[in-house]
C-alpha cells in the first residue's frame, strides 16, 4: 500500500520559502506512469493543484504558480520536494501530497498546515 506523508514547518514569515517534503513508502517514485503531485487547500476554500514531478523527472507546474514553485526528487531517498518562494499570508494553507495517473489522485498524505505569518 502506498502511502505518502509531508514533513516541513508550520510557520513561514512573509517574503521567505516554504519547502515542504513528500516521503513516499511502499512504492517508488521512479515507477512508470505516475506522477507526484502537490495540492493545498487555504482555510474556507477548495482544493488547488500546484504542480508535480514525473516519475522520469520532469516537473510540471500550475501557470499561476510556476514562477514561484520549484519541484524536486531525491530518489535515494524515495521523497520529493516543494519550494513556494516569496511567500505572502494568502499562502496559508493546508499542503498535500499525492500520487496521481492518468485517472487522477489515487494516493494522498493527510496534509500538512503552513502558516504565513510574522
Known amino acids: 500500500q502506498v502511502q505518502l506523508q509531508e514533513s516541513g514547518p508550520g510557520l513561514v514569515k512573509p517574503s521567505q520559502t516554504l519547502s515542504l517534503t513528500c516521503t513516499v513508502s511502499g512504492g517508488s517514485i521512479t515507477t512508470a506512469n505516475y506522477a507526484w503531485n502537490w495540492i493545498r487547500q487555504p482555510p474556507g476554500k477548495g482544493l488547488e493543484w500546484m504542480g508535480g514531478i514525473r516519475s522520469d523527472g520532469g516537473t510540471y507546474g500550475s501557470p499561476s504558480l510556476k514562477s514561484r514553485t520549484s519541484i524536486s526528487r531525491d530518489t535515494s531517498k524515495n521523497q520529493f520536494s516543494l519550494q513556494l518562494n516569496s511567500v505572502t499570508p494568502e499562502d496559508t494553507a493546508v499542503y498535500y501530497c499525492?500520487?496521481?495517473?492518468?485517472?487522477?489522485?489515487?494516493?494522498w498524505g493527510k496534509g500538512t498546515l503552513v502558516t504565513v505569518s510574522s
Open positions: 499525492a500520487r496521481g495517473d492518468s485517472w487522477g489522485m489515487d494516493h
